[in-house]
């Protein structure tokens, strides 16, 4: 019989010994699922919530108060806060807390919980439901949204027993912090709430038969990928955000730095390797370096850090790393083999491998092949000097520039999608782990504020920056948030790149689609006097020389404060590969 | 994932899940999200508690098939996954046909068939007869060719089941 090597070791599993471990302060008694829930969020140590009341959760809203501790922030939209919750946890590596009603409040967090599925953020957001009787009978607000959520969580419940709701609150809040952090979506009825049960304190342990994430990767494998690297000529390492989340900052850079191996960071790793560094590469793929993309090709080794070879990172998969040997290390067993084979597969938690990997390597130098891979780099560094300065104009590259400048390494920068996010990721230089949150797989227009709200109440120390840098599409689609940060003092700062069209679809209607600019156009408000309407502190920058005065006074402005910048309607990021092209044949220049 | 080529072949994967609300859903709905070929997909009890035993048929390359199994292992539900193809299997399949006989020689035909075919007659009308057979699906497959030109009224498919052979188990530890 061929039994599968189970690759998560299915063994007896509880959650004890880790080191998330419930604080048991309470008194046993009789109590209502409302108060239940408070009890256990307070547990885990929740101290803020984003969430919007509705008729199912009333009875929950009923017993908020008794509450203190429980911060609970009134979003403007349940996505938005979804949103503020798993940046929140991203930028904690807490699990982020989120709350909607039943019917449109669940299914406004759809995308929020999809956002942090694609980008393995410990999220857990709580849904109310109609009462259990009346289930499937398409009540007032009624959804499944269990269903409707079943393939974008990494688990979901429906509580139907206020017995129930602690165990299922444990596990939902394990789940979704550990092994490959995710979204967990806890369903719970209005009658759940109110029913009363003997609660015996939130359980310190829970059982999950079918869930054990190895964190420990095969010693063999290990040994072998250390034998790979000692021996190779042209090694790589291309990591993702599996570094951030397994907090592996100081492995990585003793593993580069040991073996002198250059260091690729794919969008959403970005920030857990210094930028500066001078082994760091920056940002492969599809907006990423020529030197980086042509340092994977000729790479004999690629290291592969708790990465999946997105198709933004890959391009054409037939001409990815086509001579390469590949070592993929990485807590998910389904992600090693998916896109790229794997020559040696390690199956475990970055930090745990890589403290043991390390001990293995050898010191090393790979003066020609780092010297190779600078030739590449000039014509890139060029190309960036000439976007840089531009007169009479106001670049948007110049502006991040700029920004880095004033705000200083410490700064954490949130982004919306598109252009802008692309040009974030190119120049400002990521000095602070965890200090660039982006929603990278999902691509999802309207994170930047809410994401940045979460940020700034995640981050206790006021002398840290929180920016969001937004485009003007990006922008709209979750601009009701500036309320929020009014009613509750979320010192946010927003940075919006105005250029009056939604950019990147406009660049591949440019490069791809004859030019014909079909819905890219879009207006806004006067985003000045919007900000205002809202009591909020705003600006235009249309000038090079006002930059820098201009994100220095917003950055010290006690508030929350907006800063408009009008940058050119044809502005592209560059280089770029086409969709489903080889990462060896980048465009650098617009015709 | 869902093209198919040259490379393909018929797994057969048993899978332990424990009994939760929608487990099924899920892993149904995984087949659907990421384009799976199942053939066919039986479920029932075991002799642990809470535990259900799934038997898949899944055609596929044997990377398809591989990161198949992982994605079930990410299934919370999911307890053990075996790919028993390269055993020495025992696979069975049950189907009950009601096929028409309204000739008396037709009907000494259908009867002579299902002796041949260890089938057991479960019903007989004026003008139909029904049969259950148990055996591998090639045996099914071979009665159900038989029976056609009778002219088969309904019929009904468990899809297959599987253990292996020796005093070797599989169970959900």
Redesign the interface.
Request: aromatic share 4%; net charge negative.
């Given at each position: 019989m061929t039994m599968i090597e189970n690759p998560i070791g299915k063994a007896a599993r509880t959650t004890a010994g880790l080191p998330i471990q419930a604080d048991n302060r309470f008194t046993p008694r009789e109590l209502d699922g409302a108060r239940i829930l408070c009890e256990c969020l307070l547990a885990e140590g929740v101290e803020t919530m984003f969430g919007y009341p509705g008729g199912v959760l009333l009875p929950l809203y009923q017993v908020l108060g008794e509450y203190p501790e429980l911060r609970h922030i009134l979003v403007r939209h349940e996505q938005a806060g979804g949103h503020a919750a798993d940046a929140y946890g991203r930028v904690t590596n807490k699990v982020g807390v989120c709350m909607g009603t039943s019917g449109p409040g669940a299914t406004n967090l759809v995308t929020a919980i999809a956002t942090a599925h694609m980008d393995s953020s410990p999220l857990v957001a709580i849904t109310g439901q109609v009462g259990r009787a009346m289930i499937g009978r398409d009540s007032f607000q009624e959804t499944d949204i269990t269903g409707i959520t079943l393939p974008i969580t990494k688990h979901n419940w429906l509580v139907m027993d206020t017995k129930d709701l602690a165990e299922t609150i444990k596990k939902a809040f394990y789940l979704a912090q550990s092994g490959r952090p995710g979204p967990v979506l806890v369903d719970i009825p209005k009658d759940v709430f109110q029913s009363k049960t003997y609660f015996a304190g939130y359980p310190t342990e829970v059982k999950l038969r079918g869930y054990s994430p190895n964190y420990f990767g095969h010693g063999r494998q290990i040994k072998q990928a250390a034998i790979m690297i000692n021996q190779a000529q042209r090694p790589v390492i291309l990591h993702g955000h599996g570094v951030t989340t397994s907090g592996a900052y100081q492995e990585l850079a003793e593993l580069a730095e040991k073996a002198e191996i250059p260091v690729i960071s794919t969008l959403q790793g970005l920030s857990a390797f210094p930028s500066a560094h001078r082994l760091s590469l920056g940002m492969p793929g599809m907006h990423g370096g020529i030197h980086a993309n042509h340092a994977i090709n000729e790479s004999d080794v690629l290291i592969a850090i708790g990465m999946r070879f997105d198709d933004r990172v890959t391009g054409n998969l037939k001409t990815f790393a086509r001579n390469s040997k590949v070592i993929h290390i990485d807590i998910d067993p389904a992600e090693i083999g998916k896109n790229v084979p794997a020559t040696i597969p390690i199956v475990g938690d970055i930090k745990n491998v890589l403290q043991v990997l390390n001990k293995s390597v050898e010191e090393k130098t790979h003066t020609d092949w780092l010297a190779k891979i600078a030739e590449w780099k000039l014509r890139d560094t060029k190309r960036r000097a000439a976007e840089m300065d531009r007169r009479g104009i106001l670049p948007p590259q110049f502006i991040i520039q700029q920004m880095r400048q004033v705000l200083g390494g410490e700064a954490v920068i949130t982004v919306d999608v598109g252009q802008h996010q692309m040009w974030v990721a190119q120049h400002f230089e990521f000095e602070k782990a965890n200090s660039f949150i982006s929603s990278g797989g999902l691509g999802t227009m309207g994170f930047g504020l809410p994401a940045a709200m979460g940020c700034r109440l995640a981050i206790k120390d006021q002398n840290i920056p929180v920016w969001t840098v937004t485009g003007d599409g990006g922008f709209q689609m979750n601009l009701q948030e500036l309320a929020t940060c009014v009613q509750d003092d979320i010192h946010v700062k927003i940075a919006i790149f105005n250029n009056g069209v939604l950019g990147m679809i406009r660049q591949w209607q440019s490069v791809f689609h004859d030019k014909r600019y079909h819905s890219t156009p879009i207006s806004g408000p006067d985003f000045v006097k919007l900000a205002e309407a809202y009591g909020i502190k705003a600006w235009r920058v249309t000038e090079q020389s006002e930059v820098a005065r201009v994100i220095k006074e917003a950055n010290e402005w006690p508030g929350p404060a907006l800063v408009e910048f009008v940058i050119p309607e044809a502005e592209m990021v560059m280089p770029m590969v086409p969709p489903g092209g080889s990462n060896m044949d980048a465009i650098e220049e617009a015709e | 994932m869902a093209i198919a080529t040259a490379n393909q072949t018929l797994h057969t994967i048993v899978v332990y899940?424990?009994d939760e609300?929608?487990a099924l859903?899920?892993v149904v709905?995984l087949f659907r999200?990421r384009g799976y070929n199942i053939e066919s997909l039986s479920v029932g009890h075991t002799e642990e508690a809470n535990i259900s035993r799934m038997t898949l048929a899944v055609r596929g390359e044997d990377?398809v098939i591989?990161?198949f199994?992982?994605?079930l292992?990410?299934?919370?539900?999911?307890?053990?996954?075996?790919?028993?193809?390269?055993?020495s299997t025992i696979i069975r399949e049950m189907a009950i046909i009601k096929v028409t006989a309204d000739k008396p020689e037709s009907r000494a035909e259908i009867m002579q068939f299902s002796e041949i075919f260890k089938a057991r007659v479960l019903d007989v009308a004026a003008d139909a007869i029904t049969v259950e057979i148990t055996g591998p699906e090639e045996d099914v497959e071979r009665f159900f060719a038989l029976l056609r030109r009778y002219g088969i009224k309904e019929s009904v498919r468990t899809g297959r089941i599987a253990i292996?052979r020796g005093s070797?188990a599989?169970s959900a530890i």
């Open positions: - | 899940l424990e609300p929608g859903n899920r709905s999200r990377e591989e990161q199994t992982k994605q292992y990410k299934l919370l539900e999911v307890v053990k996954v075996t790919d028993v193809t390269e055993d292996a070797v599989n």
